[in-house]
């Protein structure tokens, strides 16, 4: 199985300010995916395929990397960011990373 | 568009079994794996197995093999997953997802929270 380990597990950001969060895998994977979840609802694909972004999620948000080591990036924080991220490999069987929760400064 | 409306929450006993389950809906059934995952509070997400309303057939994590059982109705788009001998460990909230975009969790249902309570 694939651990996938992500850092921080919780930041704090100001409107504007750049957040990086990153994903490293115990083994390398083909593609990383990152999840969004809003407390109280469902997680929400945000980017597949490593860097492309889901339907509706805005282009400050960008996603990278290859093998083990992967990252999400926000360009300038906003408000509506806020929110738990995951990381999610599907080699078998799928993992997920722990999340790294994202709170507004 | 593609929905997936899962049954609403359960309060049972340990040592019970609960069934739920997953009614999809704005796509053929039978074209798309669905997939359960399981969420404890305040924590990650666990994989916990596939059932393919196609053909029928399912895989599980091992750490679920025995306590989970899905299945499919086609007749009504429908799918399920049985937990059973429950216990503490098995509150939780558990969704049931779509693939989409190259990841078999392109889409989830809202969520079911089971408690496992005396």
């Known amino acids: 199985e694939i651990v996938l380990t992500q850092s921080p597990t919780t930041i704090s950001a100001s409107p504007g300010e750049k957040v990086t969060i990153t994903c490293r895998a115990t083994?390398?994977?083909?593609?990383m995916y990152w999840y969004q979840q809003q407390s109280g609802a469902s997680p929400k694909l945000w980017i597949y395929?490593?860097?492309k972004l889901a339907s509706g999620v805005p282009n400050r948000f960008s996603g990278s990397g290859s093998g083990t080591s992967y990252s999400l990036t926000i360009d300038t924080m906003e408000t509506e960011d806020a929110a738990t991220y995951y990381c999610?490999?599907?080699?078998?069987?799928?993992?997920f990373g722990g999340g790294t929760k994202l709170e507004l400064k | 568009q593609v929905k997936l409306l899962q049954s609403g929450a359960a309060l049972v006993k340990p040592g019970d079994s609960v069934k739920m389950s997953c009614k999809a809906s704005?796509?053929?059934?039978?074209?798309?794996?669905i997939h359960w995952v399981k969420q404890s509070h305040g924590k990650s997400l666990e994989w916990i197995g596939y059932v393919n309303p196609h053909r029928g057939d399912t895989d599980y994590n091992e750490k679920f093999k025995g306590k989970a059982t899905l299945s499919v109705d086609r007749s009504s788009s429908t799918a399920y997953m049985e937990f059973n001998r429950l216990t503490s460990e098995d509150s939780a909230i558990y969704y049931c997802?779509?693939?989409?975009?190259?990841?078999?969790?392109?889409?989830w249902g809202q969520g079911v929270m089971v408690t496992v309570s005396s």
């Open positions: 999610h490999q599907w080699h078998t069987p799928p993992t």
């Open positions: 395929d490593t860097s």
């Open positions: 704005g796509y053929p059934f039978t074209d798309f794996i």
């Open positions: 083994s390398s994977v083909t593609y």
């Open positions: 997802t779509r693939g989409g975009f190259g990841t078999p969790f392109g889409f």
